[in-house]
């Protein structure tokens, strides 16, 4: 099941796909039990990262994406991982009813004229740690502090979500 993690198409876009994932993520963390706490913890601490940079993407996001020419959700082709998936499942968020786009020709379902549908916190890592031109030259106006705040949560949401999966393979392999 889990040979096809990286490829060029959205991963299961077909919802018999999407929903046979899903339930088979949930039946291996329950089946562990208490031998996912590890990467249980590990998921929280991703959790409590991305949430302490939440604030500044949504500052970002409130002065420049509502008069965007150029909507990035529109053309992105991007969509939920497996690291997102897991993230998902080990924090116990409610799970996406479909993947973003079911094959490279669609727009993301997710969007909407006043932006993503989806709660922050549920979004694939690649929609969040997305900052586009316009929205770097507006980072760069802010103190060097905030600057590196975002850089160090960023670096360290990558460390911990490779991490949270290592230790998830690990556990059921
Ligand atoms: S992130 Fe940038 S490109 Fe995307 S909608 Fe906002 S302003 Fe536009
Ligand atoms: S999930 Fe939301 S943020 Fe990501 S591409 Fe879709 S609409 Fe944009």
Same mark, same amino acid.
């Given at each position: 099941?889990?040979?096809?993690?990286?490829?060029?198409?959205?991963?299961?876009?077909?919802?018999?796909?999407?929903?046979?994932?899903?339930?088979?993520l949930?039946?291996?963390?329950?089946?562990?039990?208490?031998?996912?706490?590890?990467?249980v913890a590990?998921?929280?601490?991703?959790?409590?990262?991305?949430?302490?940079?939440?604030? /500044? =993407?949504? %500052? +970002?996001?409130?002065?420049?994406?509502? @008069?965007? !020419?150029?909507? #990035?959700?529109l053309?992105a082709? *991007?969509?939920?991982?497996?690291?997102d998936?897991?993230?998902?499942?080990?924090?116990?968020?409610?799970?996406?009813p479909?993947? /973003? =786009?079911? %094959? +490279?020709?669609?727009?993301?379902?997710? @969007?909407? !004229?006043?932006? #993503?549908?989806?709660p922050?916190? *549920?979004?694939?890592?690649v929609?969040?740690?997305y900052?586009?031109p316009?929205?770097?030259?507006?980072?760069?106006?802010?103190?060097?502090?905030?600057?590196?705040?975002l850089?160090?949560?960023?670096?360290?949401?990558?460390t911990?979500?490779?991490?949270?999966?290592?230790?998830?393979i690990r556990?059921?392999?």
């Open positions: 099941m889990w040979k096809d993690f990286y490829t060029d198409q959205p991963l299961w876009g077909a919802t018999a796909t999407w929903k046979t994932v899903n339930r088979n949930e039946y291996l963390i329950r089946h562990h039990g208490s031998k996912m706490d590890r990467a590990l998921a929280r601490d991703v959790q409590v990262r991305l949430e302490s940079i939440f604030f /500044l =993407l949504d %500052d +970002l996001c409130a002065v420049t994406c509502p @008069w965007c !020419p150029d909507q #990035c959700c053309v082709k *991007v969509w939920i991982d497996f690291k998936l897991l993230f998902l499942h080990l924090n116990g968020h409610q799970i996406p479909a993947q /973003l =786009l079911s %094959d +490279l020709k669609e727009t993301c379902r997710y @969007w909407s !004229p006043r932006g #993503c549908i989806l922050r916190i *549920v979004r694939p890592w929609c969040t740690w900052v586009c316009t929205q770097k030259s507006n980072l760069r106006q802010k103190p060097k502090s905030v600057q590196d705040q850089i160090r949560a960023v670096q360290a949401i990558k911990g979500r490779k991490e949270m999966e290592t230790e998830f556990t059921v392999s």
